[in-house]
């Protein structure tokens, strides 16, 4: 059975850090894509950052040059470290994972999602 378990949301200042984590268990090669998305009230799921089975990483334009995913595969550990935080940073970010994707930042191509952690980023 897979899990996924995010953790390291909080309540930060704007132009704060946080770094999230999901620990993976279970079928390890449904983790080769993995992704980040986030959800505030009342919006749709958008893929924030993703990793495809090759290792490439794709970013939404709205946090690129702030936000970096990495993948630690010996600890099946999922991480977004997170920048210069905004008040529009403000949702409940998830991690999800499958064995293929056609879009490691489309909600719909994964099957396996984490409980999600919350981020509040204000003053």
């Known amino acids: 059975q897979v899990q996924l378990v995010e953790s390291g949301g909080g309540s930060v200042q704007p132009g704060g850090s946080l770094t999230l984590s999901c620990a993976a268990s279970?079928?390890?090669?449904?983790?080769?894509?993995m992704g980040w998305f986030r959800q505030a009230p009342g919006k749709e799921r958008e893929g924030v950052a993703g990793?495809?089975?090759?290792?490439?990483?794709s970013y939404a334009e709205s946090v690129k040059g702030r936000f970096t995913i990495s993948k630690d595969n010996a600890k099946n550990t999922l991480y977004l470290q997170m920048n210069n935080l905004k008040p529009e940073d403000t949702a409940m970010y998830y991690c999800?994972?499958?064995?293929?994707?056609?879009?490691?930042?489309?909600?719909?191509?994964?099957?396996?999602w984490g409980q999600g952690t919350q981020v509040t980023v204000s003053s």
């Open positions: 279970g079928y390890t090669d449904i983790h080769n894509c």
């Open positions: 999800a994972a499958d064995l293929w994707t056609d879009g490691v930042l489309v909600p719909d191509e994964y099957n396996y």
């Open positions: 990793i495809d089975r090759d290792g490439s990483t």
